[in-house]
């Protein structure tokens, strides 16, 4: 098992990427991986290795459990069945009797085709997800699981499979030390269990974490610095003049003495004066050291390939039969419409109102058929049905982008082909369209005053199940096309405004330009148009013949709007809606297969950083670098006694505000029980999340809020900022002695989100403009608004990127630490004297956390009062706090002294 290790923009996820055979195909690439000796070209490398992304790409209203067994049918058994039959004849050979639990476990999980399997059960356990199998994962618009356990839906997704490969990026945001240790340690189990390959990124893993590994792998700049055992990596270093303090994690020392900021304060030698040493010169010294000699000989033997089996290697695109994926993916569909049946409800009410609105305008008495304005009235009523169905299907374009992501990556992953996600959004919709239909059909027909033709009626019917039809694959196929939000909109609209004014009744047929008509001709809406007035004007309401006309009135009131008059163009109508639904499918099929999601990767780097970035690997001294070392923390904790809290002049800030504190008493929070728990025998009402919980925040002390992952600390901080709408409060909350209010509460102060959440088409300085513009009071002066935004640039060290684009997270625009500050400043330019930080530090290594943390430390030196939910933090982020709560779901316990007292309490009790 290896540990991949290196500061953001070494290379960690493209080299896992290139290991696993998913780098994008445009990529120019040079060199060879094999597998046992086979090139990617001899097998399938997508399943035969998996990659875990560092992105939570999930359903959002799939459960835990459901993520998981869906990803299970997906990928199949692979080769656990040969791996059993082989077993087994040894087994035999060598007249050895099998442990019968363990001979039940392995002929359980070489079954396939079942909808669980114990394989999902048993990474379930291993992940601790457990506790909440049957929670909704959710994302930032549905709420459901934390954001450590997401993480760990991640990870058991790909899990479950039969790949013995395993590629895992950056695993461990968001989960607590204790939990990450857990998971690296049964990942261990299982890899020299099944004599598989793990190779493991983490960002800050802690010291008996990073213990737990074989081989270490230190990436920098896109150089290899080190990759070997374990035991020798200190002394590579060492031998290069650089030693580990006694305090220091070995990781965190490994990620940062490659750094020309950080380097310095390693230095070992008194014989020698310090000069910088490059990452090349690192990569040099390491060929000659004997680690590196020594993989450099094993690497230049061929593999044997005769001890490979042959099905260790995947050669098979999919893990299961084409009937098996195609059952899985109409299951889930029909599982998504169910938790989804709000919409389709709303869908049809929605047309329920349109129906009985136009059956009032023409309720009477007494209908008029007897001129040919009169025609054009019901002509009119049976345009508005069709622009309601077209508009009904538009829903249709956000369901299907919505999910888009996630579909990329299972299709990328081999989950499934196009055609098997594509048939069941279009087949399964069939029933709601036929009952969207029936409402403005057998409602309005006759109440309307609409021919009495009973077969006419039907005939309108199925025109209008085909419209239905026609309009939903229409947007599907526009989703996948645009693949995006704005751009699917933006087509939408412009092909519906189209559609619209060449139906045949907006601008008639002679009306139309000649350089416009084929416009005319290819729009599906003019052939629905035209087939359902046939079928309406050449019924028996309309035979009569008017007083100088030679044709029937419902002919002339075809003629009035240029409309084709013979019956055929009925059929002709339904035949060409058939068609339109059949080649909307099909070519969203093809753009499924051949799309790719849009928007490259590339990441923010200003210039300073790029001289930096080049000054690291070939030793030069950077020129006009102005970026701040990204240093001790404990300086600016050292800084911070000189000023007393809330001296906001000190600071400079144009804007004062008042120092609060917070204090809390016997806080307890629950909501109703879930229904599957309750199935379980479950026999309490309500669901007990906080137990009791008290403890106080001050102005000017940064107080870190710990505890393992569920333990519930997010929840604390949302119930103290008053962002729980549903559930059970029970307690007081004073600010600064006086009873909260949550409207006077929510103008002082602010919330800085585990997930950020930013405008991706505005620069840094624009969102915090925007933010200012907002929440600042109105008697705020322009220029004073401008000078405070500036000034909380500065605190948080955002200038450099004052005119960077925000991006997309993963895509584009700022890196995760730089949205991080970001966040931060949004916040802070509300001039709140409280702020509430949900793990400000996920998703960082030992560095960018420093840089944040810098950041936070930066605000409380302002007089705020600033809470942080923390996980894995370094030693050195750990003690820029001053004081700690450590939370877990059973208690909470509180040290409001210096750092050592929560240590001195520890070895009190016997811990270390």
């Known amino acids: 098992m290896t540990l991949l290790l290196g500061p953001p923009g070494s290379g960690k996820t493209t080299l896992l990427l290139a290991l696993a055979g998913k780098l994008d195909s445009d990529l120019k690439v040079s060199g060879k991986v094999t597998y046992n000796g086979h090139g990617m070209n001899e097998f399938v490398a997508q399943r035969s290795a998996a990659y875990i992304s560092q ?48 001979d039940v476990y392995m002929k359980a999980i070489s079954v396939g085709g079942q909808d669980t399997n114990i394989i999902t059960d048993y990474i379930l356990k291993i992940l601790g997800l457990d506790i909440c199998a049957d929670t909704m994962v959710g994302d930032d ?90 035991e020798h990596v200190l002394e590579f270093f060492e031998l290069m003049g650089f030693k580990c303090p006694d305090r220091k994690g070995v990781a965190d020392f490994l990620q940062e003495v490659t750094s020309r900021k950080d380097q310095p304060q390693y230095w070992a030698r008194n014989d020698r004066r310090y000069q910088y040493v490059p990452v090349k010169e690192f990569a040099r010294a390491f060929q000659a050291f004997h680690v590196g000699q020594s993989l450099s000989a094993e690497l230049s033997r061929p593999f044997d390939r005769s001890q490979c089996h042959p099905a260790s290697l995947t050669t098979k695109p999919y893990g299961a039969s084409k009937m098996e994926l195609l059952r899985a993916c109409v299951e889930r569909e029909w599982l998504l419409m169910k938790r989804n049946m709000f919409v389709y409800r709303f869908r049809a009410f929605q047309l329920l109102v349109m129906t009985t609105i136009v059956m009032t305008l023409f309720l009477r008495t007494n209908m008029h058929h007897g001129k040919v304005n009169d025609g054009i009235v019901f002509m009119g009523a049976l345009f508005f049905a069709l622009v309601a169905h077209m508009f009904n299907g538009f829903s249709e374009l956000a369901m299907a982008t919505i999910k888009l992501p996630v579909f990329f990556k299972q299709r990328d992953y081999l989950f499934f082909p196009a055609w098997a996600y594509a048939i069941p959004t279009w087949i399964l919709k069939i029933p709601i369209s036929c009952v969207e239909v029936s409402i403005t059909v057998f409602l309005g027909y006759y109440v309307i005053g609409f021919d009495p033709d009973v077969g006419r009626l039907f005939k309108q019917y199925l025109l209008l199940l085909l419209v239905n039809q026609m309009a939903a694959a229409m947007f599907r196929f526009i989703a996948a096309l645009g693949r995006t939000m704005v751009v699917a909109n933006t087509l939408a609209s412009f092909a519906l405004f189209v559609m619209l004014v060449l139906s045949g009744f907006v601008l008639s047929h002679h009306d139309v330009k000649k350089w416009w008509i084929w416009g005319y001709w290819v729009s599906p809406l003019q052939y629905a148009m035209s ?26 009131v075809l003629k009035s709007r240029g409309m084709f008059t013979e019956a055929k163009w009925y059929w002709i109508g339904v035949g ?24 490259k990767s590339q990441q923010i780097l200003s210039e300073d950083a790029l001289k930096e970035k080049h000054a690291s690997i070939t030793g030069e001294t950077p020129v006009g670098s102005v970026s701040a070392a990204a240093g001790n923390i404990n300086n600016s904790r050292s800084r911070r006694n000189s000023a007393a ?52 925040f001050k102005p000017g002390v940064l107080t870190a809020l710990m505890g393992v992952s569920g333990a ?63 929440r600042l009071p109105s008697d705020v002066e322009s220029e004073t608004r401008k000078m405070f935004i500036e000034q909380v640039m500065e605190l948080v060290e955002l200038n450099t990127l004052r005119d960077a684009l925000v991006g997309l997270p993963g895509v584009n625009g700022l ?29 960082l290594d030992a560095r960018a956390a420093a840089i944040v943390m810098r950041t936070v430390r930066n605000t409380v030196d302002t007089g705020r009062t600033v809470v942080c939910t923390i996980h894995q933090p370094s030693i050195d982020i750990f003690e820029a706090f001053d004081e700690v709560i450590v939370y877990t779901r059973k208690f909470i316990f509180m040290h409001v002294s210096k750092i050592i007292a929560i240590l001195t309490f520890f070895w009190s009790c016997s811990c270390s």
Not at 815 to 837: D, G, H, W, Y
């Open 531 to 556: 087939a359902i007035a046939v079928n309406e004007f050449l019924g028996q309401k309309w035979q009569r013949v008017l007083q100088g006309s030679n044709n029937i009135l419902g002919i002339d």
């Open 712 to 774: 519930g600390k997010t929840t604390l901080m949302d119930v103290l900022a008053g962002r729980k709408t549903g559930g059970y409060i029970e307690g007081d909350i004073s600010i600064s002695g006086y009873p909260k209010k949550q409207e006077t509460f929510a103008r002082v102060s602010g919330y800085c989100e585990q997930n950020d959440i930013h405008s991706p088409n505005v620069t840094v300085y624009e969102s915090l403009v925007y933010s200012a513009w907002l």
């Open 55 to 102: 992105h939570d790409l999930h359903i959002a209203e799939m459960t835990v459990r459901e993520t998981l067994a869906f990803s299970a049918r997906c990928q199949g058994i692979g080769s656990r069945y040969d791996m059993l039959t082989e077993l087994s004849r040894r087994e035999k050979a060598a007249n050895i009797k099998p442990d019968p639990d363990l």
């Open 645 to 696: 809290p809330g001296d906001s002049g000190r600071k400079g800030m144009v804007l004062p505000f008042a120092p609060l504190a917070v204090a809390f008493n016997n806080m307890r929070y629950s909501v109703d029980m879930p229904a599957e728990m309750k199935a379980q025998g479950v026999d309490e009402d309500r669901l007990l999340l906080l137990k009791g919980v008290s403890g106080s």
């Open 141 to 230: 618009m549905l709420r459901g699981i934390s954001g450590g356990q997401r993480k760990r839906v991640t990870t058991g997704e790909m899990m479950v499979g039969a790949e013995r490969a395993l590629f895992m990026d950056e695993i461990s945001t968001g989960l607590d030390s204790s939990t990450t240790y857990q998971i690296v340690k049964s990942l261990g189990l299982i890899t020299n269990i099944l004599g598989g390959t793990t190779v493991i990124s983490l960002l800050q893993p802690a010291p008996e974490t990073y213990n737990l590994f074989d081989d270490i792998i230190l990436l920098s700049d896109g150089h290899i610095v080190y990759q070997g055992p374990r």
């Open 576 to 599: 060409a809606l058939l068609g339109y639904v059949v080649l909307f499918n099909i070519l969203f099929t093809f753009a499924l297969s051949y799309l790719k999601p849009l928007g």
């Open 815 to 843: 890196s995760t630490e730089q949205r991080k500050r970001l966040t931060i400043a949004v916040e802070l330019v509300a001039n709140p004297s409280i702020i509430f930080m949900d793990e400000p530090t996920s998703g």
